[in-house]
């Protein structure tokens, strides 16, 4: 159904990152309409946006509740759990995604990210695998599948997978010293990086790790 007004000026306030006006008015509207996904979506993304996250959960979660078909609903709740450190609660919401959906490469993605936090690296690859056939451009599984590689000691792969990305998205700072890195690692000095140049004026190193920096 179509947002009434009152859940679309939430809905413009959440993307104008007007978070307090959001859960002033969000009060009122939510009293009178307490089944409202929309409202209820509204209100966790403002608490998201303030860093109050365990108000954000709860009214997540309440979301979800009002309909547990809404898939994108569901991806973004286990987004929120995983940038929060529960990992096994973003893991069981994309378990539950991709029994659902097996097209649906973000939430595989996602399911892949848990399992290599975890440790679970065989687990992670296979997921991974299967997230590129379904989408071989999908940049951030080739990251992470460069680094599975890199831990089981398979480095051609790894360079292969993290020379993808850095062929699709050469701006990619953090991918470039990444494979500068694997590179090094097994001795091939056939190309040569200077980090001081890469880096330039940029202090923001783009996510790379500082021991591949060094």
Request: a negative charge; aromatic letters at 10%.
């Amino acid at each position: 159904a179509s947002p009434n007004p009152g859940e679309l000026l939430l809905q413009l306030l959440v993307q104008s990152r007007q978070y307090q006006r959001v859960l002033n008015l969000g009060q009122d509207l939510l009293a009178d309409n307490p089944r409202s996904q929309q409202l209820l979506l509204a209100m966790a993304r403002a608490f998201r946006g303030l860093d109050q996250i365990g108000p954000a959960c709860k009214l997540y979660l309440a979301a979800v509740a009002c309909d547990f078909e809404e898939c994108a609903i569901q991806e973004e709740l286990a987004g929120f759990f995983f940038e929060n450190g529960r990992i096994k609660e973003a893991l069981a919401f994309f378990a539950d995604l991709v029994e659902r959906d097996a097209f649906n490469a973000n939430a595989y993605h996602g399911l892949g990210v848990c399992y290599q936090l975890m440790g679970h690296t065989e687990t992670a690859l296979e997921i991974y695998q299967y997230v590129l056939n379904l989408n071989p451009q999908m940049l951030g599984t080739l990251r992470n599948i460069s680094h599975v590689y890199h831990v089981l000691m398979r480095p051609l792969e790894a360079i292969e997978a993290v020379s993808q990305v850095v062929k699709s998205a050469p701006e990619d700072l953090a991918a470039s010293i990444q494979l500068a890195f694997f590179r090094r690692h097994i001795g091939d000095w056939s190309e040569s990086l200077d980090v001081y140049d890469l880096l330039g004026t940029n202090s923001n190193c783009g996510g790379a790790s500082p021991f591949q920096i060094l």
